[in-house]
Each structure stands twice: as structure tokens, then as C-alpha cells.
């Protein structure tokens, strides 16, 4: 026999461009549903898994990324994607856990589809082939315009910038407006916040979005 849960397991993902402030987000979402007595599990693309991470570390980090081309880059955020759905969120959600994380599928439309110029038919099968029956029942997208990305990626710790990072303006651009464009086709889904405010107040937008969804 199944176990009962009392609560339905939910996915919400955060999406926005490089800078945007989805981690931030997702840690006072993620502290606020805990303290209503939630089970909350967050995790981040590409990455989550122990094979996840390192999958991450090829397409961020890697000594010879700049040489990836963007079908290479497709498949190992797909990959990834499909080690974390069947490793990590899928048993979450049986068990009645809300999953947060830091990006999914909607990515790869985004950044290896529209932005890398990718076909978009086979960008959404891989897509769905890697992820399942497993959709977001909410992709909170945290909007910042590109001059506010770039700005924010120069002022971060002393890191040095990451592949993603060291793209140019033009691309970032068309991150966002990829973006934008998603959430117009698939309203019931998306919920877009202006990521230039102050933490509280987007969290306070992001939790108005959520209550609905958890209630």
C-alpha cells in the first residue's frame, strides 16, 4: 500500500537570466514554507545529483568550454536533468515534498534554444524526454533587465565569471526576452516578478503566486 501523505508534493522552478536573484528567492521561499510545517527540498540545474554536479562542472568550469558547441551544451543540461527528475524530484514529490529549484527545462528553451539559436523541436523533445511526465506546477520567472545582469555579475564576489557569465550583452538580451516570450504562451504557469526590487518585496510578489498553489 502507498503511503499517505497529507500534503500533494509540488515543482517550482525559478528562471531568469544570470544575476537575477532566483537563489535568493528561493532560499526565503524555501524558509518561509518551513515554517508553515512544509517539507522543502531545493536543488539546482545543472547540478543536484552527484553526477549532476559534475556534469556542471563540464559545462561551467571546464578549461575548454568556449569550445562547446551548443548541441554539446543541450545534451549535458539534459543529462543532468534526467539524473536529477528520477534521482531526486520525483521521489520528493511522492513523498509529498515541495521541490524548489534553481532552474529546469525551461532553460534550455531559453538559453540553447532561443539564445543559442537552436531548433526548437528538437530542443523541446530532448526536453521532455529527459524530464518525463515531470512538469513545474509553477516557473517563477525573476525579470531584471540586461544592464542590471551584467551589472550585478560584475559586482559579485571575486569569483572568477563562469561560462554563462562571460556571455555578451546581445545574449543575455535574448535570454530575457526568450523568457518573456514563455511566460506569455503559458500564463497558467508562469508568474513573473521585477527582480529590481528589494528582496522582501519580490519575495512578497513570488509568495503571492505560491499561496495559491499550496493552499
Not at 523533445?125 to 517563477?140: E, K, S
Not at 526576452?177 to 527582480?195: I, K
Request: hydrophobic share 40%; aromatic share 6%; net charge neutral.
Amino acid at each position: 500500500m502507498p503511503t499517505k501523505h497529507k500534503h500533494a508534493g509540488k515543482l517550482i522552478s525559478f528562471e531568469g537570466p544570470e544575476g537575477s536573484g532566483k537563489s535568493t528567492q528561493i532560499a526565503l521561499l524555501a524558509k518561509h514554507l518551513q515554517l508553515l510545517g512544509r517539507e522543502v527540498l531545493t536543488t539546482r540545474e545543472p547540478g543536484g545529483t552527484e553526477i549532476g554536479e559534475q556534469i556542471r562542472n563540464i559545462i561551467v568550469h571546464n578549461s575548454r568550454g568556449d569550445e562547446m558547441c551548443a548541441e554539446t551544451e543541450l545534451f549535458l543540461f539534459a543529462a543532468s536533468r534526467a539524473q536529477l527528475v528520477r534521482q531526486v524530484i520525483a521521489p520528493a514529490l511522492i513523498s509529498g515534498t515541495v521541490v524548489l529549484t534553481d532552474r529546469f527545462l525551461d532553460s534550455s528553451t531559453v538559453y540553447q534554444g532561443i539564445a543559442r539559436n537552436l531548433a526548437s523541436d528538437p530542443v523541446q523533445q530532448i526536453n521532455h524526454f529527459a524530464v518525463g511526465n515531470i512538469m513545474p506546477d509553477l516557473t517563477v520567472i525573476v525579470d531584471v533587465p540586461t544592464e542590471v545582469s551584467l551589472q550585478r555579475i560584475r559586482l559579485r564576489a571575486s569569483d572568477l565569471p563562469d561560462r554563462m557569465e562571460r556571455e555578451n550583452a546581445e545574449f543575455f538580451a535574448k535570454v530575457r526576452t526568450g523568457y518573456l516570450l514563455l511566460a506569455q504562451s503559458m500564463p497558467s504557469r508562469f508568474h513573473v516578478v521585477d527582480g529590481t526590487r528589494s528582496a522582501d518585496e519580490v519575495a512578497h510578489d513570488v509568495w503571492t503566486a505560491v499561496q495559491k498553489l499550496i493552499a
